[in-house]
């Protein structure tokens, strides 16, 4: 699997004998990170599916109103984003660029679409108590509301605010700011994740259903293929630079044997390959749901007898 090719890398490069300063004078405990700032919002996402999942089960029956399978997803997503936080993996993708690039792309695209599957917006609603929902529920019919996520949830906007957080947090001028100052840090992951998060949703749940699925499906091959081709392009552009795009990034990369251009190179085909793979694959997937969507939906002829 993709995934499994971006982690056999990277752990090829950490498999390189550090050199005698850096990585081996680092106690391994203080490797992990433990960021309230972003810790907060997994924990109260996670309790209130959780809360909101049984109530929905108890009111229903198991299974129902949210699928097992999408429980499965959730959790599994809120464990790669969990992980991706707070490993430390985290922590050296603030000194190492291709650990950098494998700790955005667990996030945005195997969490982010694992998460969207699940659908979360149903048994968060659940979570609040029951007197609060229809007010809830009224507020997201205000019109203003109603409105701003009518625009930002259509595939045309949402493909144009994931690329564009994509490429904007890749100038350089950011990228260096967020490594400077935590707080612009938090907010390049933010950024990252609830983009993605919102693009896998709008493919996996926007507009259309029934028939017109099958425009909504073939949206989604458009969205993706977009999505390819430009995160392939800035991933070429690291590839074959010939100059540091951000010098302070690659701290690190001596310890692994490489110099920081080649940790540049490492992180751009990272993001060019692996993350295309995915993308493709997901593409492939709307691509066969959309060429088999008739012969499940399609009425059956009606007999014609002779005579």
């Not at 490993?87 to 695209?109: D, I, K, Q, T, Y």
């Not at 749901?289 to 002829?301: F, G, K, M, Q």
């Amino acid at each position: 699997m993709p995934s499994l090719s971006i982690a056999a890398l990277l752990l090829a490069v950490l498999a390189q004998p550090a050199r005698a300063h850096g990585l081996s004078d680092v106690d391994a405990r203080s490797l992990w990170s433990y960021d309230p700032w972003l810790l907060s919002p997994l924990y109260l996402v996670g309790i209130a599916f959780y809360v909101g999942t049984q109530r929905l089960w108890r009111q229903a029956g198991g299974g129902r109103g949210v699928s097992f399978r999408q429980v499965t997803a959730f959790w599994t997503g809120w464990l790669v984003t969990a992980l991706a936080i707070t490993s430390p993996l985290h922590w050296l993708g603030e000194r190492l660029f291709a650990a950098h690039m494998v700790e955005h792309e667990l996030l945005m695209v195997v969490a982010a679409p694992l998460m969207a599957y699940a659908r979360i917006n149903g048994p968060l609603l659940w979570s609040l108590p029951a007197s609060f929902r229809p007010a809830a529920g009224r507020f997201l019919n205000l019109v203003p509301v109603a409105g701003a996520w009518g625009f930002i949830s259509h595939p045309v906007s949402v493909t144009a605010l994931h690329g564009t957080a994509l490429w904007a947090w890749h100038a350089p001028p950011l990228y260096a700011w967020a490594l400077a100052d935590s707080a612009v840090h938090r907010l390049q992951h933010v950024s990252f994740f609830a983009t993605a998060l919102l693009f896998w949703w709008v493919l996996l749940h926007g507009r259309g259903q029934g028939r017109s699925s099958r425009i909504r499906d073939g949206i989604a091959i458009a969205c993706l293929f977009i999505t390819i081709l430009h995160s392939g392009v800035l991933g070429a552009l690291l590839t074959i630079s010939p100059r540091l795009w951000i010098p302070g990034q690659g701290a690190l990369a001596g310890e692994f044997g490489l110099s920081p251009l080649e940790d540049q190179q490492l992180a751009g085909i990272l993001m060019w390959v692996p993350m295309g793979i995915l993308y493709t694959g997901a593409a492939l997937f709307f691509a066969h749901r959309w060429l088999t969507v008739n012969d499940s939906h399609a009425p059956l002829a009606p007999i014609r007898h002779p005579g």
